[in-house]
């Protein structure tokens, strides 16, 4: 038995603690069947910090997030935080965590399993053995960019409702690089072809962005083929053709869009991981946190019918890129693609050939009892 990996799970609101029960189901098997210890302990992020403590983060939850070997977050938000003061917004917690983490580097890989290749919006043709990775940049840019804030115009007569509202798009060049590196660093590994995504024909930022991934390719990853594209077209080709992509590197809010439209590709928002990565702690594994793209959805949170998939191989990640546990990575993806191919889906994977889907918690059990067969 390997020491235990120090894991602080924050399941948040909405759907996130559902999903996070069966990713729990899944951390137990690895203990019992792989030889692995975690020393987990939970606690509050979003809404019900907000709840519990008045603000979406507490200070000790943070430290905690800070000393953990990895943090694995569910979702953060809802309806009844709509009209709380800015600062105390659930999603502010999830900011905090990111910015204070230093993750900069956010893994959001798009899989299409065959499965459920006819189950995307779009024709299976386009999507069948799609396997692309988006890498955002998450700790600056408009997210985080100052001047910001909702402010008076009054000395503007023109301005019906005399208010502005600003934010700010900046990056530094070494922001950019570092999270090319990653992103080149990434391509390396799979089929060598990057693509950076900006708006450098309307942007400054944008020429910047353009300038340093070029310069880090010429300079540090000349073996790796680059291309960039306008995140206006880059939107049209993920949907037009996007088995053309390996590795996207974009901006914060870019990267945002982008991998809620590439969700579409897989067939379900509930199907997509990420990693949030930093530099490397003392142990040699980056600091991060691991949630899938979704958000608490609302709508069908406390029904049981969230895809807890997402979640699921967001652990998976966590298992490679923390862990240095690929093999169980791999035969926890192996697991899920077992459980899609046979037939098992959770309502939002419901498509052309109709069928019962299983709750969140049937979806986990049935995960669990693949890696029983697999193993
Ligand atoms: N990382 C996060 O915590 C995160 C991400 C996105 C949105 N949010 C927050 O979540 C709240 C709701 O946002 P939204 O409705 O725009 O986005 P959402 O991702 O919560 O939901 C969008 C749609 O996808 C569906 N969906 C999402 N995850 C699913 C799953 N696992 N299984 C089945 N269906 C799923 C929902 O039912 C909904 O119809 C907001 O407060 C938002 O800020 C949080
Ligand atoms: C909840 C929100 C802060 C978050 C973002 O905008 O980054 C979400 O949409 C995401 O994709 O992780
Ligand atoms: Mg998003």
Redesign the pocket.
Known sequence: MSAPYSLLILP?D??GPE?MAEVRKVIGWFEANRGMAFDVSEDLVGGCAYDAHGTPLTDATMAKAQAADAVLLG????PQYDNLDFSLK??RG?LRLRKEMDLFANLRPAQCFDALADFSSLKREVVAGLDILIVRELTSGVYFGEPRGIHSDDNNPQNEGGRVGVNTQRYTSGEIRRVARAAFELAKKRNNRLCSMEKANVMESGILWREEVQWVHDNEYPEVELSHMYADNGAMQLVRRPSQFDVIVTDNLFGDILSDAAAMLTG???MLPSASLGAPMENGSPKALY??V???????AGQG???PI?CILSFAMALRYSFDRGAEADLLEQAVEKVLADGVR?A?LMGPDGGTPVSTAQMGDHIVKALDTLA
Do not use: C, F, R
């Not at 979702?75 to 809802?78: K, L, S």
């Not at 979704?294 to 069908?300: E, K, L, T, V, Y």
């Open positions: 948040g909405g759907i999903v979702a953060v938000g809802g659930p999603e999830l379900s928002l509930g949630e899938p979704h958000g608490s959805a609302p709508d069908i019918k969230a895809n997402a959770t939002d």
